[in-house]
């Protein structure tokens, strides 16, 4: 029995979601040893207990909190140092409740008190956190710094082109303004970038195993590779890959604002005095996708009409039939969502290896529109969305239902604000039907 609890303990953890997905869905890549560093095995204490893991394991270290101890930390990935963050709260704690800290979220609060849970929230809403992630962003940021400087004054710098044969010495802008001048390969000013060597061990690596710096696509042979960059125009790297994050000073400058975000700011700074035009406005449609595979449309009726033709699954018709608010539809949505991700039909909760089975699981069995107890996905985590893309989303509405339903209040008028008709007011106010009866009784 206990083997058992153990098995399924472990599947929790395996499936436990600690941010948001986004389409489109990509496969988990594991991370190398290679990729390991010394500051990557550092190890942080649970801030609560004596469990500890490696900086390379900090998610694990975070479903810990969740899973033992209720405790969500937001926005981890803007913590500059998360070792002494864990630390700083872990001394905190042991002076003063949690509570004083972190706000109480309490689950299935409509529910029975024994399926009542109550989870802690730590954020930077508390004055001290946002003190300590500021803290904590700035002395990273003097490191940084300090790391580059050190980098502009080496001499010492070694090393032969990773596009030709010439070899460079001295100081590190020869070789990046050379790849730059003689191969059309720039990674921008040699005074942006830190961790130099790191970075071309890093661009070295990638071509060494045959795969495209811009595209990342893998090639037979180097002389493939190279013909592809060069036509293809791929001598560059890719900048929505966040791993180059690191080797440039501008991701260090503000927390919790990349490179992007601080370069949008600084262009709107420079076009601010001039005139507004929008004459050149196109928008950027934004395509919903299917519950249950990956189509996707810029219309919501192509989705909705995919969904009752291709799986049987009549959102519209559920939404009726059970009286569906607005938000209850987005927990249905955002439950049904997270059952497939992880492999689960909603109906049954019976697991599978892959969503493919479980999809023809859900369709073979006839539990497409069979959902569980509302109190299985009426639960407030369900606000949040699986997907933080997901366009679906956008699309509810319940003003269907309130025009059919009127509920208990359909005989009420509803008065606005700018109404010039007063008399009409008064004849229908409540008020006056309480006067007259008032006047009656006595």
């Given at each position: 029995?206990?083997?058992?609890?153990?098995?399924?303990?472990?599947?929790?953890?395996?499936?436990?979601?600690?941010?948001?997905?986004?389409?489109?869905?990509?496969?988990?890549?594991?991370?190398?040893?290679?990729?390991?560093?010394?500051?990557?095995?550092?190890?942080?204490?649970?801030?609560?207990?004596?469990?500890?893991?490696?900086?390379?394991?900090?998610?694990?270290?975070?479903?810990?909190?969740?899973?033992?101890?209720?405790?969500?930390?937001?926005?981890?990935?803007?913590?500059?140092?998360?070792?002494?963050?864990?630390?700083?709260?872990?001394?905190?704690?042991?002076?003063?409740?949690?509570?004083?800290?972190?706000?109480?979220?309490?689950?299935?609060?409509?529910?029975?008190?024994?399926?009542?849970?109550?989870?802690?929230?730590?954020?930077?809403?508390?004055?001290?956190?946002?003190?300590?992630?500021?803290?904590?962003?700035?002395?990273?940021?003097?490191?940084?710094?300090?790391?580059?400087?050190?980098?502009?004054?080496?001499?010492?710098?070694?090393?032969?082109?990773?596009?030709?044969?010439?070899?460079?010495?001295?100081?590190?802008?020869?070789?990046?303004?050379?790849?730059?001048?003689?191969?059309?390969?720039?990674?921008?000013?040699?005074?942006?970038?830190?961790?130099?060597?790191?970075?071309?061990?890093?661009?070295?690596?990638?071509?060494?195993?045959?795969?495209?710096?811009?595209?990342?696509?893998?090639?037979?042979?180097?002389?493939?590779?190279?013909?592809?960059?060069?036509?293809?125009?791929?001598?560059?790297?890719?900048?929505?890959?966040?791993?180059?994050?690191?080797?440039?000073?501008?991701?260090?400058?503000?927390?919790?604002?990349?490179?992007?975000?601080?370069?949008?700011?600084?262009?709107?700074?420079?076009?601010?005095?001039?005139?507004?035009?929008?004459?050149?406005?196109?928008?950027?449609?934004?395509?919903?996708?299917?519950?249950?595979?990956?189509?996707?449309?810029?219309?919501?009726?192509?989705?909705?009409?995919?969904?009752?033709?291709?799986?049987?699954?009549?959102?519209?018709?559920l939404k009726t039939e059970l009286n569906l608010r607005f938000y209850q539809q987005v927990k249905l949505v955002n439950y049904i969502r997270r059952e497939i991700h992880q492999c689960r039909c909603y109906g049954c909760q019976e697991k599978f290896g892959s969503k493919a089975e479980v999809i023809?699981?859900?369709?073979?069995?006839?539990?497409?529109?069979?959902?569980?107890?509302?109190?299985?996905?009426?639960?407030?985590?369900?606000?949040?969305?699986?997907?933080?893309?997901?366009?679906?989303?956008?699309?509810?509405?319940?003003?269907?239902?309130?025009?059919?339903?009127?509920?208990?209040?359909?005989?009420?008028?509803?008065?606005?604000?700018?109404?010039?008709?007063?008399?009409?007011?008064?004849?229908?106010?409540?008020?006056?039907?309480?006067?007259?009866?008032?006047?009656?009784?006595?």
């Amino acid at each position: 029995m206990a083997a058992c609890m153990e098995k399924k303990r472990n599947s929790d953890e395996q499936e436990w979601i600690l941010e948001p997905l986004c389409f489109p869905e990509q496969p988990a890549t594991d991370i190398g040893t290679n990729s390991s560093s010394h500051h990557d095995m550092e190890v942080v204490t649970c801030v609560l207990c004596s469990h500890s893991a490696t900086l390379l394991e900090k998610d694990r270290l975070l479903k810990h909190l969740v899973l033992e101890h209720k405790l969500v930390i937001a926005d981890v990935k803007l913590i500059a140092d998360f070792p002494k963050y864990m630390q700083y709260w872990k001394n905190r704690i042991s002076e003063q409740p949690i509570t004083d800290f972190c706000s109480v979220i309490k689950t299935n609060s409509q529910g029975p008190v024994e399926k009542q849970e109550h989870y802690f929230l730590l954020c930077d809403v508390l004055p001290e956190d946002r003190v300590l992630r500021e803290h904590l962003q700035q002395k990273r940021l003097e490191e940084i710094l300090e790391q580059q400087q050190r980098e502009r004054d080496d001499d010492s710098f070694q090393r032969i082109c990773m596009f030709c044969n010439d070899q460079f010495t001295g100081n590190r802008s020869s070789l990046l303004n050379h790849m730059a001048r003689e191969h059309s390969f720039s990674v921008g000013l040699p005074d942006n970038i830190v961790y130099c060597v790191e970075f071309l061990d890093h661009l070295q690596s990638k071509l060494d195993n045959l795969q495209c710096l811009y595209c990342e696509k893998t090639f037979r042979d180097k002389t493939t590779l190279k013909d592809h960059m060069r036509k293809k125009q791929h001598r560059r790297i890719n900048g929505n890959n966040r791993e180059y994050d690191r080797f440039y000073i501008i991701n260090y400058l503000e927390l919790g604002k990349t490179w992007e975000e601080v370069q949008s700011e600084d262009d709107r700074e420079m076009v601010e005095d001039e005139d507004d035009d929008w004459s050149d406005w196109q928008a950027h449609p934004v395509c919903a996708v299917c519950l249950f595979c990956e189509q996707q449309s810029e219309s919501m009726d192509k989705i909705y009409t995919h969904m009752e033709e291709t799986h049987r699954f009549d959102l519209h018709k559920l939404k009726t039939e059970l009286n569906l608010r607005f938000y209850q539809q987005v927990k249905l949505v955002n439950y049904i969502r997270r059952e497939i991700h992880q492999c689960r039909c909603y109906g049954c909760q019976e697991k599978f290896g892959s969503k493919a089975e479980v999809i023809r699981h859900v369709m073979d069995a006839g539990h497409v529109m069979q959902l569980p107890e509302t109190s299985t996905w009426d639960q407030p985590q369900y606000y949040f969305p699986t997907y933080e893309n997901d366009a679906l989303l956008c699309a509810l509405s319940d003003s269907e239902s309130e025009s059919e339903h009127t509920g208990p209040w359909g005989d009420v008028p509803v008065i606005a604000e700018d109404i010039s008709n007063l008399r009409a007011l008064k004849q229908t106010s409540v008020l006056n039907h309480l006067l007259k009866n008032t006047d009656s009784s006595s």
